[in-house]
Nanobody, 116 residues
Framework: QVQLVESVGGLVQPGESLELSCSASGFTFSSYTMNWFRQAPGTERKLVASISRFGVLRNYADSVKGRFTISRDNDRNTVFLQMNSLKPEDTAVYYC?????????WGQGIQVTVSS
């Protein structure tokens, strides 16, 4: 079955870095655009970053441009989100998403908390 498993979240201080990863199985990973979304308490889930099937195209939300980098390794069926210069407003549950036409898969989400 399809699985998207995110790791590693946690608590970091403002200004620190953290890399999330998402391991995929059960579908042809290289055929899917991969996305990272996040959802803070009381807000809607929002797109943070996306990467095309072979990594040629990458897009970012304005709030994370210049600080976050999305990448993927199609040999390992894994997508990454490198988060630098983290701010308290980056605190949220982060979700990995795979999208292709009408197919849409989600991970379970992982908490990232930025606080001193």
């Amino acid at each position: 079955q399809v699985q998207l498993v995110e790791s590693v979240g946690g608590l970091v201080q403002p200004g620190e870095s953290l890399e999330l990863s998402c391991s995929a199985s059960g579908f042809t990973f290289s055929s899917y655009t991969m996305n990272w979304f996040r959802q803070a308490p009381g807000t809607e889930r929002k797109l943070v970053a996306s990467i095309s099937r072979f990594g040629v195209l990458r897009n970012y939300a304005d709030s994370v441009k210049g600080r976050f980098t999305i990448s993927r390794d199609n040999d390992r069926n894994t997508v990454f989100l490198q988060m630098n210069s983290l701010k308290p407003e980056d605190t949220a549950v982060y979700y990995c998403n795979a999208a292709q036409d009408s197919n849409d898969y989600w991970g379970q989400g992982i908490q990232v908390t930025v606080s001193s």
